[in-house]
Structure formats: C-alpha cells, structure tokens
C-alpha cells in the first residue's frame, strides 16, 4: 500500500506493509494528528485507539524511515535516526522519499491518507 504524508505543506511518500497491524492503521485513514519530537530520534503520536498486534513479532531494529507501532505504549513512530532493537516495536512501513521534512525540531502538523 502506497502512503501519502503531507507535513506542513511538504510531501513525503511510503509504504505500508501487508501486515495485521498496517491494515488496522489504514482504516483509521485520512488521519491529521500533530507529531511530538521524541528522544531526537522520532516523531510520535497516540492514535485515537490502541492498533492490532496480531502476528506480530516480538520486536524490531528500526532505521531511519521506518515507520512503527510501539505496542506497550499504543504510538505510531516515524524514525528519521537510527534506533537499536526495541522489544514491542512493529514495522507498519517505510518513508520512501521525505524525510528530511520530519528532521526538525518540535511539533509537526501530519496527514496520512493513501496514495489514490
């Protein structure tokens, strides 16, 4: 599946996995959420409800780009670092282009919708 991801005017462009816990996000989609800074690392935000984590593994290495569901605390997060192995993290996707709108400092204005 093909996401488009409007940050403060910005495009960025992904894709989302075929997996339980993607399939649940995308029917949550067209979703506008304002994305905290966390750690100098990620942008996170909570969805409005706590997302499938059926078949999940028990955890995962992420890179800057990938897009993620931390489990134990129900956030979405979106790496633009590197990060080490987290146990609960679940790859939803990855930025194919963009990133570099989501290396800045603060709050961010994000929509995610699908690419039509």
Known sequence: M??????????????????????????M???????????????IFYPSRKLS???A????NPSVGDITLYAPWGNIALFYKDFGYSNGLISLGKI????EYFKVKGKIAVTFELEQ
Not at 29 to 43: G, I, Q, R, S
């Open 2 to 27: 093909k996401l488009k991801i409007t940050i403060e005017g910005n495009t960025a462009t992904a894709i989302l996995y075929n997996t339980p816990t993607s399939r649940d996000f995308v029917t």
């Open 29 to 43: 989609l067209p979703l506008t959420v304002e994305m905290d800074d966390y750690a100098n690392t990620e942008k």
């Open 53 to 55: 984590v059926q078949d």
């Open 57 to 60: 593994p028990k955890g995962f």
């Open 96 to 99: 194919t282009s963009g990133i």
